[in-house]
Nanobody, 115 residues
Framework: QVQLVESGGDLAQPGGSLRLSCAAS????????VAWGRQAPRKNRELVAS???????NYADSVKDRFTISRDNTLNVVYLQMNNLKPEDTAVYYC?????????WGQGTQVTVSS
């Protein structure tokens, strides 16, 4: 079992920045894949950034060059640094992990971008 707890969601102005954190209950070394997804009202959930255990990252076109995913293996935390936020980034952001063939999701953290 893996528990994921997200934090860092808040209200931000367009052009602003936020950093989300995803704390895992197990060593991140044992997790092969971690990603951040989001779900806006009346829209499907989408993955926006992912990172493999070897460090390779991937981003959705909508967030490329604005968001950065990283992991701190000593703290067992995965971060999502979000810069130049746009109103369309408003959503509940979720952390998801793949470990030993099982997929886990956190409860989510709300990000609202509005002036």
């Amino acid at each position: 079992q893996v528990q994921l707890v997200e934090s860092g969601g808040d209200l931000a102005q367009p052009g602003g920045s936020l950093r989300l954190s995803c704390a895992a209950s197990v060593s991140i070394f044992s997790i092969s894949y971690v990603a951040w997804g989001r779900q806006a009202p009346r829209k499907n959930r989408e993955l926006v950034a992912s990172i493999l255990s070897g460090g390779h990252t991937n981003y959705a076109d909508s967030v490329k060059d604005r968001f950065t995913i990283s992991r701190d293996n000593t703290l067992n935390v995965v971060y999502l640094q979000m810069n130049n936020l746009k109103p369309e980034d408003t959503a509940v952001y979720y952390c998801t992990a793949l470990k030993d063939g099982d997929v886990y999701w956190g409860q989510g953290t709300q990000v609202t971008v509005s002036s």
